[in-house]
């Protein structure tokens, strides 16, 4: 089954703002990831936290996790027009052998 | 490579034909994966391999699909009898074996079965 059900499915804001995505989880994991996918081709890793982080930042993202809700969040701040995308979160999960994506969230940043 | 590269780009076949696409991983990274996306749809695991081991076949949709990895390096997906609803985009990935630093995927190849 899919883990990380990406909440909101479509954002849409205007350059400049601050976008926020939050995903959510259901078993006991060593990380979570996010990538970027442009134009439904492949995906670019943007950024890991491992369960033993609760925040990291990494230029204009900041990623959250709360193993306790198992959910997940990705700020991106002082949005581009570039940033339009299609992000996904990633589970690496305890005894599995690869990640297990969700859906993705669409955002579309407005010039 | 700099890159994980995937052939072809883009692929049209008729219902019932065989295909095989090809995924070169980065050099060094011992883990491979494939992964497919149909339209609008998150990514679907098909199959994964690790260095020698056997490979993780689990998410395979059917017995019509195999992979193999030769050498540990170049990996091919092959589709045979193709039907419409395998129609997607069929995604390769690499990583080193701890998967520490997240994946690096190629840019896919779009299937259409016609």
């Known amino acids: 089954s899919q883990q990380g059900e990406e909440d909101p499915q479509a954002l849409s804001i205007q350059e400049g703002e601050n976008a926020t995505m939050n995903c959510s989880y259901k078993?006991?994991?060593?990380?979570l990831q996010w990538y970027r996918q442009n134009s439904g081709r492949g995906l670019v890793h943007l950024i890991l936290?491992?369960?033993?982080?609760r925040e990291k930042h990494s230029g204009r993202l900041r990623v959250t996790l709360d193993t306790s809700k198992k959910s997940s969040s990705l700020l991106i701040t002082a949005s581009r027009a570039a940033d339009t995308a299609s992000y996904f979160c990633a589970t690496d999960e305890d005894g599995n052998n690869r990640l297990a994506f969700g859906k993705g969230n669409q955002v579309v940043v407005i010039p | 490579g700099a890159g994980v590269s995937q052939s072809p780009s883009n692929k049209v076949t008729e219902k019932g034909k065989d295909v095989e696409l090809r995924c070169d991983p980065i050099?060094?990274?011992?883990?491979l994966y494939w992964y497919r996306q149909s339209l609008g749809q998150g990514l679907e695991f098909l199959i994964y391999?690790?260095?020698?081991?056997?490979?993780?076949k689990s998410g395979l949709p059917s017995d019509r699909f195999s992979a193999e990895r030769t050498g540990g390096s170049v990996s091919t997906l092959t589709i045979q009898r193709t039907q419409q609803e395998d129609s997607a985009v069929y995604l390769c990935?690499?990583?080193?074996?701890?998967?520490?630093?997240?994946?690096?995927f190629g840019s896919g190849t779009r299937l259409t079965v016609v």
């Open positions: 990935a690499s990583s080193k074996a701890d998967r520490a630093h997240g994946y690096t």
């Open positions: 050099s060094g990274h011992t883990a």
């Open positions: 391999f690790q260095g020698n081991s056997a490979p993780d």
């Open positions: 078993t006991s994991i060593n990380n």
């Open positions: 936290i491992r369960s033993n982080e």
